[in-house]
């Protein structure tokens, strides 16, 4: 199994047997979340209020065997997801999704099949509940894309996955998807 750490710029993968590649992820999210939490105490000095809107939101890990983070709420949440309550498609692939809690927009890709979005900024975690809508991206850089999207409007602008120029797609309603204008 691999291990792949990124940022813009840099990246590293390490091959490893499973058991320590979900060992090793464990540690780096735990290490990652608490890095965080110092850092937000150190802006917000030692009185952080946890209720005001700029808070991080709680975060929760999973791992096999061993919770680094889990709330209330996503006990709950977890108890509810079963195969019976999904009622959206999966699906995989580019992905261009807003968040339906923060409308926070967020491009990524999946090579898994996915029924469900969790959204990075306020942590919420969505069952597609509508089937999302068909994108197809054409940049001038001559990058061509097929991106699933759940946004609902007209006209918008999507930034290029390969080089990040904003491309303006809109509505086609004959072939139900969305172009490139």
């Known amino acids: 199994m691999k ?46 209020d946890t209720n005001s809107s700029d808070a991080d939101p709680q975060v929760s890990v999973r791992v096999p065997g061993m919770e680094i983070h889990e709330t209330e709420g996503d006990a709950d949440e977890a108890a509810m997801d079963t195969p019976e309550s999904r009622t959206g498609q999966k699906y995989k692939g580019f992905m261009y999704i807003r968040c339906p809690e923060c409308g926070k927009e967020k491009s990524f890709f999946t090579r898994q099949e996915t029924d469900h979005y969790h959204c990075d900024a306020c942590g919420a975690r969505r069952i597609f509940e509508k089937p999302l809508k068909e994108l197809r991206l054409e940049c001038e850089c001559g990058t061509r894309l097929r991106y699933f999207t759940n946004l609902e409007e007209p006209l918008f602008d999507i930034n290029c996955f390969r080089c990040g120029s904003p491309v303006t797609v809109s509505w086609n309603g004959k072939k139900k998807m969305y172009m490139t204008v």
């Open 3 to 48: 291990v792949r750490i990124s940022i813009p710029g840099a990246y590293m993968v390490k091959d490893m047997p499973e058991d320590k590649a979900w060992e090793t992820f464990g540690k780096l999210a735990e290490m990652i979340l608490i890095i965080s939490r110092k850092d937000k105490e150190e802006e917000g000095g030692a009185g952080l």
